[in-house]
């Protein structure tokens, strides 16, 4: 498709279990953002990648958050030992290079049970 | 560092304009953004001003003053379908410039 493509849409966890989502950006968008967004809050920034450059790590909340870019396209984000509190829609979005608008995808809606 | 702040809510009439404010602190500064997300979906791009002014796209404006950094979004003409939140982004100067940080948004309550 044309927009940014996020899997799973919605994910139901056991507490401590391991989660992955994936995020397809734009084709041709070197800069990838994934934020968090709790029910009703604002949106979170966990980790920005851009190009072959080392990513910005800064947004996120823990050592269980991590993230990688293969291939300059296509992102995992893994919460290792999920916790209540991860609960959240989890929402990547792209950009071109050199533009200010990013693009969003839909979101993975994470729940931790 | 960077930090933006907005209005939590805001309650309009159907019809009539209502303004959204954005004030922001940046060491450097590229520009202001809106993003408007509906409940249940993704943010989507509504403006940018990078220079001082206004900004119109329709029944939407948006204005920047850099000296006392300050924005806000104008909306026209208000409908029921404008119901939404509505969040100022900037980028953060720390990296180059393409980091985009979030306010908290601003949920708007359209009401016939």
């Known amino acids: 498709g044309a927009g940014v493509s996020q899997s799973p849409s919605n994910k139901v966890t056991e507490k401590g279990k391991d989660v992955e989502l994936r995020c397809d950006p734009i084709?041709?968008?070197?800069?990838l953002y994934w934020y968090r967004q709790s029910l009703g809050q604002g949106l979170e920034f966990l980790i920005y990648?851009?190009?072959?450059?080392?990513?910005?790590k800064s947004g996120l909340p823990s050592d269980r958050f991590s993230a990688e870019r293969t291939g300059g396209s296509v992102s995992t984000l893994t919460i290792q030992r999920t916790q209540q509190e991860d609960s959240a829609v989890y929402l990547c979005?792209?950009?071109?290079?050199?533009?200010?608008?990013?693009?969003f995808g839909e979101g993975s809606w994470l729940t931790v049970v | 560092g960077q930090s933006l702040e907005q209005p939590s809510e805001v309650t309009a009439v159907e019809g009539a304009i209502v303004q959204i404010n954005c004030t922001y602190q940046?060491?450097?500064?590229?520009?202001l953004s809106w993003y408007q997300q509906h409940d249940g979906g993704a943010p989507t791009f509504l403006s940018y001003?990078?220079?001082?002014g206004l900004e119109e796209t329709g029944r939407f404006s948006s204005f920047l003053s850099r000296s006392d950094s300050y924005g806000y979004l104008l909306l026209q003409e208000l409908q029921m379908k404008d119901s939404a939140s509505y969040f100022c982004?900037?980028?953060?100067?720390?990296?180059?410039?393409?980091?985009?940080?979030f306010g908290a948004g601003t949920r708007l309550f359209v009401k016939a």
């Open positions: 979005a792209s950009s071109p290079d050199s533009s200010n608008t990013i693009y």
């Open positions: 084709s041709g968008h070197t800069a």
């Open positions: 990648f851009q190009g072959n450059s080392a990513p910005d």
């Open positions: 940046t060491s450097g500064f590229y520009g």
């Open positions: 001003n990078a220079l001082d």
């Open positions: 982004a900037v980028k953060d100067p720390n990296t180059g410039g393409f980091k985009t940080i």
